[in-house]
């Protein structure tokens, strides 16, 4: 197949992410500032990711694989509006620089599971380079996020065309993705960045004692700035839950999606998720792999049209099987089984949890 190449210097991936920045993913209303060109380059950036994140990714298959059979792995290729809204937030961030514009990720059982994955690749002989490595297991994010993240700088010797290029990788649990997905839904569902640590107060409060809990299931270091005592950790958490109505919200979003993965045709490698919360309604799109421009068109396209509509959400993910579409991609399906059973279990009077070490940064 052909494989989207970068038609743009550095310098002008720059000079475009700044005007970008600065515009911001405005709506389509008249006398909206025209950042035709600049789009155009950040799209076409993004594509050239395509290579070096498939290289990558089947690299992690092989090794998440090895260590559990059923482990589930994906890759995607970040939005134009999360790239542009993270430049706004970081002034001086280079577009050519973001770190996470595309990235795979490799979701297993257990952190220990976790760790075996994040060994292997540091025993790995691969020659791309890892330029960054973050531990938020043993360190969370004060949000209550948890996992591992590598990025590695790209480089072949047989074809220089995508050397240098970043290329994220995160490793997670099945409970670190459940909490993942319950913030992106409940930040879909609310349109607040709850996942950038934006929007209502308690909101964010509760997604941070959320965090802790499963922490502490998982044998690991609370959330700074939260209950270290399981207890009084459970009764911050019930409480808040009961005041925003959280199983309820959750709850109600997942009823409307009629789409089942399933039933797309098994040779499908790319996919295109449009999220419509306005009209309950969820799209996909299979694609085979020798199809990659026309799926990277269609997500220009879709980008675009949905510009303006709060909620709208449209990503360009690939997966191995279409059957593991929903494991890897729960948040865009509102499906949040898991972490309403979890926190269906909080609410029990006992409390009945391993010893655990507490101690925060």
Not at 17 to 37: F, M, S, Y
Not at 272 to 297: H, I, N, W, Y
Not at 333 to 341: A, E, M, Q, R
């Amino acid at each position: 197949m052909d494989w989207i190449q970068p038609l743009y210097s550095r310098g002008e991936v720059d000079r475009a992410g700044k005007k970008l920045a600065v515009t911001g993913w405005v709506g389509n209303g008249r006398g909206e500032p025209d950042t035709r060109h600049e789009l155009a380059v950040l799209n076409n950036w993004r594509a050239a990711h395509s290579f070096p994140l498939n290289t990558m990714q089947m690299g992690l298959r092989q090794r998440a694989r090895s260590i559990e059979p059923d482990a589930i792995v994906s890759q995607r290729l970040k939005r134009a509006p999360a790239t542009i809204a993270k430049l706004r937030r970081f002034p001086d961030m280079k577009l050519s620089r973001m770190q996470d514009i595309a990235g795979c990720r490799a979701i297993l059982g257990s952190p220990v599971a976790v760790r075996e994955l994040w060994s292997a690749h540091r025993r790995s002989k691969m020659k791309h380079q890892l330029i960054r490595e973050v531990d938020y297991i043993q360190w969370p994010k004060p949000s209550g996020y948890r996992g591992v993240h590598l990025v590695y700088r790209y480089r072949s010797d047989r074809n220089d065309t995508y050397n240098g290029l970043r290329i994220e990788i995160q490793l997670r649990s099945k409970l670190q993705h459940a909490w993942a997905t319950a913030v992106e839904t409940a930040g879909a569902i609310r349109d607040q960045a709850l996942k950038s640590s934006e929007g209502n107060a308690d909101w964010l409060r509760f997604f941070a004692l959320a965090g802790s809990w499963l922490a502490i299931k998982e044998r690991s270091p609370v959330v700074p700035e939260t209950p270290s005592d399981p207890v009084e950790l459970r009764d911050s958490l019930v409480g808040l839950a009961n005041d925003l109505n959280v199983v309820a919200t959750l709850d109600d979003y997942r009823t409307f999606i009629s789409y089942v993965p399933e039933r797309l045709p098994s040779y499908c490698h790319y996919f295109l998720l449009e999220r419509r919360p306005d009209q309950r309604s969820m799209a996909v799109r299979g694609f085979r792999k020798s199809q990659l421009t026309r799926a990277a068109g269609l997500y220009e396209e879709r980008e675009e049209e949905i510009r303006g509509i709060d909620g709208a959400e449209v990503v360009l993910v690939a997966m191995d099987s279409v059957a593991s579409l929903r494991a890897a991609y729960p948040n865009y399906l509102f499906d949040t089984d898991l972490f309403i059973k979890e926190l269906d279990l909080a609410t029990r009077r006992q409390v009945h949890l391993p010893g655990h070490p507490l101690h925060r940064r």
